[in-house]
């Protein structure tokens, strides 16, 4: 079972959230939360892996994303192998939706691997 976790930005604003499920459950392969969910965005096509989509902050990288013309934000965090996914504050609103549609995505790969 994936669950969404909402939790606030470190700036205070309630625009972030993960998807907690165990990654081993996914692959025998050793891969990284990162590796996983780029691979999955790109299938999906909400991420291009384009350069110009990726930016490198000072303890984090942030990947561009869009799903249903709506802009999100993939956020590897580089010291705890950690991911969490923000919107902009104008589409808070749309922010379940999103969440939503990236937990049945990690569901559809669950079953595609036969779990």
Not at 56 to 80: A, K, L, N, Q, R
Request: glycine share 6%; charged share 25%.
């Amino acid at each position: 079972m994936v669950q969404i976790n909402y939790m606030r930005s470190f700036s205070g604003n309630s625009n972030c959230f993960s998807l907690l499920f165990p990654l081993k459950e996914f692959t025998s392969e050793s891969i990284s939360e990162r590796e996983f969910y780029l691979s999955l965005l790109q299938k999906a096509g909400y991420f291009d892996g384009k350069k110009e989509h990726c930016h490198t902050m000072i303890w984090s990288v942030h990947y561009d994303c869009i799903c249903d013309g709506i802009p999100f934000t993939m956020v590897y965090d580089e010291d705890y192998d950690d991911i969490t996914f923000a919107v902009g504050l104008e589409d808070l609103q749309q922010m379940p939706k999103i969440a939503e549609q990236l937990q049945a995505l990690v569901e559809s790969e669950r079953r595609t691997c036969g779990i």
